[in-house]
Antibody, heavy 115, light 112 residues
Framework: EVQLVESGGGLVQPGGSLRLSCAASGFTFSSYAMSWVRQTPGRGLEWVSTITSNGGTTYYADSVKGRFTISRDTSKNTLYLQMNSLRVEDTAVYYC????????WGQGSLVTVSS | DVVMTQSPLSLPVTLGQPASISCRSSQSLVYSDGDTYLNWFQQRPGQSPRRLIYKVSNRDSGVPDRFSGSGSGTDFTLKISRVEAEDVGVYYCMQGIHWPRTFGQGTKVEIK
């Protein structure tokens, strides 16, 4: 059974940093691209970033480019999202998803950016 | 960016009756391989989104056959042949060909 479990969310002040993790199981992690999407009540679902199966290529939404970094550790079957220079508007539930077509989703991790 | 426009945004339906959601993209979603990368997702209250349909009309594993997808180019439709109580939630379309990936605004399906 495919499982994606996010962790690392929480409350952080504007300008701060946070790293999200997504532990994958039930499939060959190294064979799949992986992605992050976020959801807010006001902006709905917003794609954030995707990384190819070998980690060689990454894609970012303009809203996070230069501040967020997606990465993966195949030895740990884990996807990461390093979030720096956080803004109030980054407040959202962050989901990891398998591939850029999101055939599986995690349960989400809430990130709150507030002073 | 490719804009995905859904309608209606709210859809009250009677149990056992059909429902239909439209999704239009501002650009063609046909990839060079000939496939069209349009996905549909369901988000039940309090849950993560779940993919129902990929490449316009292919149901994901475990998705009831009352759900069907159709369309081509820039115009797509999700249909529920007979709405059941468990179908309540928000439905999103998403294009999977252009960067950035983009989602529709969501259609809230509720029971009358």
């Amino acid at each position: 059974e495919v499982q994606l479990v996010e962790s690392g969310g929480g409350l952080v002040q504007p300008g701060g940093s946070l790293r999200l993790s997504c532990a994958a199981s039930g499939f060959t992690f190294s064979s799949y691209a992986m992605s992050w999407v976020r959801q807010t009540p006001g902006r709905g679902l917003e794609w954030v970033s995707t990384i190819t199966s070998n980690g060689g290529t990454t894609y970012y939404a303009d809203s996070v480019k230069g501040r967020f970094t997606i990465s993966r550790d195949t030895s740990k079957n884990t996807l990461y999202l390093q979030m720096n220079s956080l803004r109030v508007e980054d407040t959202a539930v962050y989901y990891c998803g398998r591939t850029g077509q999101f055939d599986y989703w995690g349960q989400g991790s809430l990130v709150t950016v507030s002073s | 960016d490719v804009v995905m426009t859904q309608s209606p945004l709210s859809l009250p339906v009677t149990l056992g009756q059909p429902a239909s959601i439209s999704c239009r993209s501002s650009q063609s979603l046909v990839y060079s391989d000939g496939d069209t990368y349009l996905n549909w997702f369901q988000q039940r209250p309090g849950q993560s989104p779940r993919r129902l349909i990929y490449k316009v009309s292919n149901r994901d594993s475990g998705v009831p056959d009352r759900f069907s997808g159709s369309g081509s180019g820039t115009d797509f439709t999700l249909k529920i042949s007979r709405v059941e109580a468990e179908d309540v939630g928000v439905y999103y379309c998403m294009q999977g060909i252009h960067w950035p990936r983009t989602f529709g605004q969501g259609t809230k399906v509720e029971i009358k």
